[in-house]
């Protein structure tokens, strides 16, 4: 499984398929079609509403995002 984060939001995405195709072209949460594979930190936000993290970085939506994307 290869992971990716979205460059708009930086939401983390899982990419890959069973013969190694990309296979999402687009974030669903903002829809932004630009990635990276490298980024420095993740944050899992479960409660979006609650927290502090969320509330820094604009997050609405929960899951895994990146904290600083180096490309
Ligand atoms: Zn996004």
Same mark, same amino acid.
Do not use: Q
């Given at each position: ?5 979205? !460059?708009?939001? !930086? ?12 296979? @999402? ?30 509330? @820094? ?6 899951? !895994? ?5 180096? !490309?």
């Amino acid at each position: 499984m290869v992971y990716k984060a979205c !460059r708009k939001c !930086r939401k983390i995405l899982e990419d890959n398929d069973s013969e190694g195709k990309e296979t @999402v072209k687009e974030c669903p949460i903002c829809g932004h079609n630009t990635f990276t594979t490298f980024w420095k930190g993740n944050a899992l936000v479960i409660d979006p509403e609650n927290s502090e993290i969320a509330k @820094v970085m604009d997050i609405k939506t929960p899951g !895994r995002y990146a904290l600083r994307l180096s !490309r």
